[in-house]
């Protein structure tokens, strides 16, 4: 199976730590590399992570608080530099575009990129497309526009050998049973894909950041397999959250249960919390979320979880 692989390139909130860089994910999905919310140092981490410009083939921006893009300048010159020959389509708030203009041509260079702008908008889900992907938009509560966004593979079905043994497909009829979804088979008798195969949803991973707790984050996250949410501040600080429009890791944990979410990354900490805090981001998640938990560290890398069925 090609490689399904969260790396994470920073995992501070509004301001950088030691040890914690500003905002950055890649998420390599098969021949699919997609940055999100690349902030200041996203050039720097790549590298350290063994990353390059012609991996990224899609940037996704949530929202354009400077921790989430101020590295997006940076990215699209280094795009340009290294020659990308791809298409690099760039989600983010519609509300936002004269910011993406801005930072797009922040300064001069020889500017050779082929960005493809994609602002969202709306109350509702923004498909955002790939052939082999079904992304999509929703919008999330901060303190100005800001969206989430899930990468779902399309569902398919799982082969069952003992039900296609009983109908006497074997050898090339399987895969033009996939194909076609239906076969005759040799006793000349026909056979839906239904009759030897089990629906087998598809990989999900959810991005969610700097949010209130809201539908969108629930919705944004359902049945995901990965689910990365910011969890800016603990109990402690729940009164910061609730008036700066974000999580805290106890909330992010009870959206990831309201979802039916299988593993959870989290990240977006406050700079105010140091390395002895970080067990209480997991504690406190764990009240609500009996799942895979995960606080991110930067250059942490985290393997979206195979489905079972």
């Given at each position: 199976?090609?490689?399904?692989?969260?790396?994470?390139?920073?995992?501070?909130?509004?301001?950088?730590?030691?040890?914690?860089?500003?905002?950055?994910?890649?998420?390599?999905?098969?021949?699919?590399?997609?940055?999100?919310d690349?902030?200041?140092?996203?050039?720097?981490?790549?590298?350290?992570?063994?990353?390059?410009?012609?991996?990224?083939?899609?940037?996704c921006?949530?929202?354009?608080?400077?921790?989430?893009?101020?590295?997006?300048?940076?990215?699209?010159?280094?795009?340009?530099?290294?020659?990308?020959?791809?298409?690099?389509?760039?989600?983010?708030?519609?509300?936002?575009?004269?910011?993406?203009?801005?930072?797009?041509?922040?300064?001069?260079?020889?500017?050779?990129?082929?960005?493809?702008?994609?602002?969202?908008?709306?109350?509702g889900?923004?498909?955002?497309?790939?052939?082999?992907?079904?992304?999509?938009a929703l919008?999330?509560?901060?303190?100005?526009?800001?969206?989430?966004?899930?990468?779902?593979?399309?569902?398919?079905?799982?082969?069952?050998?003992?039900?296609?043994?009983?109908?006497?497909?074997?050898?090339?009829?399987?895969?033009?049973?996939?194909?076609q979804?239906?076969?005759?088979a040799?006793?000349?008798?026909r056979?839906?894909?239904?009759?030897?195969?089990?629906?087998?949803p598809?990989?999900?991973?959810?991005?969610?950041?700097?949010?209130?707790?809201?539908?969108?984050?629930?919705?944004?996250?359902?049945?995901?397999?990965?689910?990365v949410?910011?969890?800016?501040?603990?109990?402690?600080?729940?009164?910061?959250?609730?008036?700066?429009?974000?999580?805290?890791?106890?909330?992010?944990?009870?959206?990831?249960?309201?979802?039916?979410?299988?593993?959870?990354?989290?990240?977006?900490?406050?700079?105010?919390?140091?390395?002895?805090?970080?067990?209480?981001?997991?504690?406190?998640?764990?009240?609500?979320?009996?799942?895979?938990?995960?606080?991110?560290?930067?250059?942490?890398?985290?393997?979206?979880?195979?489905?079972?069925?």
């Amino acid at each position: 199976m090609s490689a399904r692989e969260l790396t994470v390139l920073g995992t501070s909130s509004a301001v950088p730590t030691p040890r914690r860089n500003h905002n950055g994910y890649f998420l390599r999905w098969d021949g699919h590399g997609i940055l999100f919310d690349p902030g200041e140092g996203t050039q720097r981490q790549m590298r350290a992570a063994g990353l390059s410009a012609h991996d990224i083939t899609r940037i996704c921006i949530t929202h354009f608080h400077g921790d989430h893009s101020l590295g997006l300048p940076g990215t699209i010159q280094r795009i340009s530099r290294d020659g990308v020959p791809h298409r690099v389509p760039v989600a983010h708030p519609a509300q936002g575009a004269a910011y993406f203009e801005r930072l797009r041509h922040a300064t001069a260079f020889h500017d050779t990129a082929r960005i493809v702008p994609q602002p969202v908008a709306g109350d509702g889900a923004c498909p955002l497309g790939e052939t082999d992907l079904r992304i999509t938009a929703l919008p999330l509560e901060h303190s100005l526009p800001c969206y989430g966004y899930r990468i779902a593979e399309p569902d398919g079905w799982r082969m069952l050998p003992d039900r296609l043994t009983a109908h006497g497909v074997t050898g090339p009829l399987i895969s033009l049973l996939q194909r076609q979804g239906w076969v005759d088979a040799p006793d000349g008798h026909r056979v839906a894909l239904a009759d030897c195969a089990q629906p087998r949803p598809g990989q999900v991973m959810a991005f969610v950041m700097d949010t209130a707790d809201c539908p969108g984050a629930v919705e944004l996250a359902r049945g995901a397999d990965l689910l990365v949410i910011e969890s800016t501040y603990l109990d402690s600080e729940e009164h910061l959250a609730a008036s700066h429009g974000h999580l805290t890791a106890r909330q992010a944990g009870r959206v990831a249960a309201r979802a039916g979410a299988r593993s959870v990354v989290l990240t977006h900490i406050s700079e105010r919390y140091g390395a002895e805090h970080d067990p209480l981001f997991l504690e406190q998640a764990a009240q609500e979320f009996d799942g895979t938990l995960t606080l991110a560290q930067d250059l942490d890398r985290v393997p979206v979880p195979a489905r079972t069925g």
